[in-house]
């Protein structure tokens, strides 16, 4: 049996698998789960029913419309959808510009825990984030932090939002300048 009607995810990603996946743990945390496959489609949705999702889960290497530009657009529309973005690739400069978005609440690389899933998902059935999943906010620091202590050829490529990952740049970085 599914939760509160009101409790319903959106689930933005490409590849297949992944999105069955995705459904399959959401759905045991008692959530409706709709799915696309492409940002232009998410887009029309979100716009189309405003306040019908308590949250987006969003890749942000889509067909169509790059995930980057859907948050752009519903920022336009003065749309706040919790925002969740789970991608293979959050480059740098690409995660500062989002996590200006007030919608988006936390970023998370691929592949991603199966428990830190089921801690993303229990924070929308509660109405809450799950303490341990960190904001893009608090990331921001921690990612100035690596540029800080990384030269710009050490520099990390790709900007992690969970807090094990940047911990671990950050130690390789400052093990680099030793």
Known sequence: MLGDPGKHVLIVE???????????????????????????????????????YDCVLLDLQLPGLHGSKVIQKLDRLGDRTRIIICSGHIVQDQYFRISDYKSVISCHTKPVDLEVLREIFRG??????????????????????????????????????????AVRILDECLSRQE
């Open 14 to 52: 490409d590849d297949a698998a992944l999105t069955a996946l995705l459904r399959m743990v959401a759905e045991e945390e008692d959530l409706h789960v709709s799915s696309v496959r492409r940002g232009d489609e998410a887009f029309a949705l979100i716009a189309g029913n405003p306040n019908l």
């Open 124 to 165: 929308v059935t509660s109405g809450q984030e799950p303490q341990d999943i960190t904001p893009c906010d608090s990331i921001a620091e921690v990612l100035r932090v690596l540029e800080e202590a990384c030269d710009p050829v050490g520099a990390p490529p790709v900007a992690a939002c969970d807090r094990q990952r």
